[in-house]
């Protein structure tokens, strides 16, 4: 009310000033209709006002002059000079009662009655009064168009630029120390300036919500409903032009929530409700976000008419039933899609929803729905607070420079980092960051550029959208700046990819991208929320069989492996392959991993590789493609003989090979990693040839071998070159190894040095008799 208030005064005061010469010039030109009508006019609008703003002495006042210059333009009275004194006086005081209103102060009353009489015909001319001790306040507001606004706003981004321009320049050299302090005063100075002139474009919400009441009131009217009307946050403030953005958006929503969600009084008393509907419509700010909340108490979205009704349009209803609730609610956004049988005033043509969406999105925003059948749904309109200035970072791709929202930016990672796994699946690459998994896009591919050969890692946005997240590679971050964000040309913004350009202090035009574009003209389709991918993992969890990995293999078979036995797939280069040791190994995370594999290795620049794992071993395996994430049937053909197939299944009428994880760590796992191998101990081993020379031997053989025992360890076998010392060989059986090929004698059981097959046959031998 108290904005009201001054804003009355304001009013007030600019038509007083004008309107003192034109009572004047009127009384001079008693004929002049149109400077009649413009005082009529003016004390017809101040007794509306004093109505509203519960002022009644102005209104008395207003109310009397009115009803005179009502007999004035009847033509039941002439402007004399009597009358027009009285006038005159009536709004002097007026303007009395305005400067009282502005200050604070009292006024007193008590000559009110008297300039009322005057206006009375045959009445006293009045003498004009001064009342002692009043002075008008001086003005605290001005009004300016909003031409100009807009003026000042480009005018302040151009000295952005400039300042911005100039520093980049002064960091280019040596630059003197009065000069960079003269420089920061300046960028200080401009930042205050820039968010002065920045709070002139806010407006508070109040002017997007003041038309609602009416509106409800009509709309409810037409469909025979009662609504009540509850508005919250009206003080919020927004930029003026978000808010003639999202007067249409709001407008819809809220007239299909009385239409489609509200049911009748009839209705509301057969389901236990009050016959009155209830619709909050609320406003708060979030960080640099503006949350706009509609609420009603009706009967929420009946998913499945929204589905009959597709169904009727050709759509898979499978597919649409396949859909989690989540999904389900998704589809009131379908172009042409109308849940109401019949056409009327408000609704039922099918244009609606989708609009509503896509003009929110226009503007950064995003609408997120929560139903509760029979209860009622709360849609939340997220907006930013400003179209015109947003904290942007810079990235680079291709030799060119384009921004992003840092608003839609959760944090920005390396491609090198630890905490991050990429892994390709169907031929797509999915990003695993602290345990949450999304699909990454290469924005060099998505914007058909191509990246230079010498770049180093590439940088990892890890983007919002609303309805999920992913992950967008860029080959570096630039910078973080605040950028004046304008419209594109329209071929550019047709591309779905771009949001506005900018021209930052390099002077070269750079262009925003559209996270919520790339993420759909990628064709991601990813959920909105944690529920949804909890209802996911419920459907995914009630369906028969085992979730499998599909894969190309390098054979060209397609083969599947419990996915469970899956660490990851990663893609790794061609030298990091070697054949060593008697078996094919790879590189990975500075660690050696034996290689498996049904196809040629040799002659591959790169090679995909799963990364396999029982609790203990781990093995690679490599492979030509990952595709698909399939659920194994209950029947599976077993293989005729052991292998590295175990069987053969039917998965979408094409028979598929089940790869023998039993086979792949019993052939090619590392056995050194087993805790239950033997331990063997080397003891007399002054040369150190058994460290050198044995001991890859018996860890080949599956022997964890050691030359020193830990506390409290005891060994399964003693390899000994000597005659082992006696407390070791009370403990555990002795291998004795000897330089000369010939044994000394009947008595000797020790093992020529170099004989393989002997050695380990003893080992053998000697731990199984252990053992028993």
Same mark, same amino acid.
């Given at each position: ?99 009282? @209103? ?141 808010? !003639? ?54 009967? *929420? ?158 940088? @990892?946005? @890890?983007?919002?959208? *609303? !309805? ?48 919520? *574009? ?17 209802? !996911? ?109 175990? *069987? ?12 023998? @994880? ?36 018996? !860890? ?73």
């Amino acid at each position: 009310m108290d904005d009201l208030v001054q804003e009355f005064i304001a009013e007030t005061r600019e038509t007083l000033e004008a309107l003192s010469g034109e009572i004047v010039a009127w009384e001079a030109h008693p004929e002049d209709r149109a400077r009649l009508d413009a005082i009529f006019r003016f004390v017809h609008t101040v007794k509306g006002s004093c109505g509203f703003l519960d002022l009644p002495r102005l209104g008395r006042l207003s109310h009397s002059a009115e009803d005179v210059l009502a007999q004035v333009r009847e033509g039941l009275r002439s402007p004399d000079r009597p009358l027009v004194n009285a006038v005159l006086a009536v709004v002097d005081r007026i303007g009395e009662l305005v400067e009282a @209103i502005d200050s604070g102060t009292s006024l007193p009353d008590h000559g009110d009655e008297l300039l009322i009489a005057a206006l009375a015909k045959g009445a006293e001319e009045v003498a004009p009064t001064n009342i002692p001790g009043l002075h008008r306040a001086p003005a605290r507001s001005v009004r300016l168009g909003v031409d100009l606004l807009d003026r000042m706003m480009s005018g302040m981004s151009d000295m952005v630029l400039a300042r911005n321009e100039l520093a980049r320049r002064l960091r280019g050299g040596d630059i003197d120390p009065t000069i960079e302090a003269a420089l920061e005063r300046l960028s200080l100075t401009v930042g205050e300036m820039r968010d002065t002139v920045t709070r002139t474009r806010m407006q508070k919400i109040d002017a997007l919500f003041s038309a609602l009441p009416r509106m409800v009131r009509d709309t409810a009217a037409g469909l025979g409903k009662s609504v009540l009307l509850h508005v919250e946050g009206s003080d919020v403030e927004l930029d003026r032009e978000m808010i !003639e953005m999202m007067r249409d958006p709001l407008v819809h929503i809220i007239r299909n929530s009385i239409d489609h969600g509200i049911e009748s009084p009839l209705e509301r008393r057969g389901a236990g409700k009050r016959e009155n509907g209830r619709l909050v419509v609320s406003a708060r700010q979030s960080g640099n976000q503006i949350i706009i909340e509609i609420t009603d108490d009706g009967r *929420g979205i009946d998913t499945d008419k929204l589905i009959r009704k597709l169904v009727a349009n050709g759509r898979d209803e499978a597919k649409l039933r396949a859909l989690s609730e989540r999904g389900k609610l998704e589809l009131i956004f379908e172009a042409g899609l109308s849940s109401k049988d019949e056409v009327s005033d408000v609704s039922g043509r099918g244009v609606g929803m989708d609009i509503v969406r896509a003009a929110i999105e226009q503007i950064g925003g995003r609408v997120e729905l929560d139903s509760a059948p029979g209860k009622g749904l709360r849609l939340a309109i997220h907006v930013p607070l400003t179209l015109s200035i947003i904290s942007a970072i810079v990235v680079g791709a291709g030799g060119q420079r384009f921004a992003i929202s840092r608003q839609a930016i959760e944090e920005i990672v390396s491609d090198h980092g630890g905490a991050i796994r990429i892994d390709t699946v169907g031929g797509a690459q999915v990003l695993s960051l602290r345990g949450r998994r999304m699909p990454l896009l290469n924005l060099c591919e998505v914007l058909g550029i191509e990246r230079a050969a010498t770049i180093g890692p590439r940088m @990892i946005s @890890i983007v919002n959208v *609303g !309805e999920g997240s992913y992950a967008l590679a860029a080959d570096h971050v630039l910078d973080n700046e605040e950028l004046v964000i304008k419209p594109a040309s329209p071929a550019v913004m047709s591309t779905g990819v771009y949001a506005g350009q900018t021209l930052p202090d390099s002077g070269l035009p750079m262009l925003l991208l559209d996270c919520a *574009g790339i993420a759909s003209i990628a064709g991601l389709n990813f959920h909105r929320d944690d529920e949804q991918n909890q209802d !996911e993992l419920e459907e995914a969890e009630a369906a028969p069989g085992i979730p499998a990995l599909l894969f190309r293999d390098l054979d060209g078979a397609h083969r599947a492996v419990p996915l469970a036995a899956v660490d990851r797939v990663e893609q790794v280069e061609g030298d990091c392959v070697r054949f060593a040791a008697g078996r094919f190994r790879v590189t990975i995370d500075g660690r050696i991993l034996p290689l498996a594999a049904q196809g040629k290795i040799e002659g591959r620049a790169r090679l995909n590789v799963l990364r396999l794992k029982d609790g203990v071993n781990e093995v690679s395996y490599a492979i030509d493609e990952a595709l698909d994430i399939i659920q194994l049937p209950e029947e599976l053909v077993p293989a005729r003989e052991p292998g590295p197939v175990a *069987g053969v299944a039917l998965i979408d009428g094409e028979q598929v090979e089940l790869l023998d @994880i039993l086979w792949v760590f019993d052939e090619h796992a590392d056995r050194d990693c087993e805790e239950t191998a033997p331990l063997c101990l080397i003891a007399g081993d002054k040369d150190g040839w058994m460290a050198s020379f044995v001991r890859p031997l018996l !860890e080949t053989a599956g022997y964890r071998v050691v030359t020193q025992l830990a506390t409290g360890e005891l060994p399964a076998v003693v390899l000994s070159s000597e005659a082992a010392p006696p407390e070791l060989a009370a403990t555990a059986p002795v291998v004795r190894l000897r330089s000369r090929r010939a044994s000394a004698g009947a008595g000797d059981d020790s093992v020529y040095r170099y004989d393989r097959a002997g050695l380990l046959s003893a080992l053998e031998a000697r731990v199984a008799g252990k053992g028993r």
